[in-house]
């Protein structure tokens, strides 16, 4: 199962410019989206005694760019999510990864960056 949905959110790079709506949506989609898709995974997978989840962070969860605070915090909450369920679900023989990779040509990147080639 590939965790992969995610967003950015609005672009503000300053705590004191960044919407609590925002902050609150990002990790709705970042972090419980994909609790949300491991957990339904895990209700298949359990049983079967095998199966692997992955979940795609940001290198923006290892070293501070300049990204928005809800979109770098939320990739440390994948971090740690990929972490925990990794202890939970390997003892039934799943495994469970995260890729941090760095700017990727995606059309979200392309839309965030104003990038559209």
Do not use: W
């Amino acid at each position: 199962m590939f965790n992969n949905a995610g967003l950015i959110g609005d672009g503000e790079v300053r705590v004191t410019d960044a919407s609590t709506d925002n902050f609150k949506r990002v990790f709705d989609i970042n972090v419980l989206g994909g609790f949300l898709g491991a957990k339904y995974a895990a209700k298949v997978m359990v049983p079967a005694k095998k199966g692997c989840i992955l979940f795609s962070s940001s290198i923006s969860s290892k070293i501070s760019i300049g990204l928005p605070h809800a979109y770098k915090a939320s990739k440390h909450g994948v971090v740690g999510l990929t972490k925990s369920l990794a202890v939970e679900l390997g003892e039934h023989g799943i495994r469970v990864n995260c890729i941090s990779p760095h700017a990727t040509v995606t059309p979200l990147f392309q839309t965030t960056t104003g990038d559209v080639r």
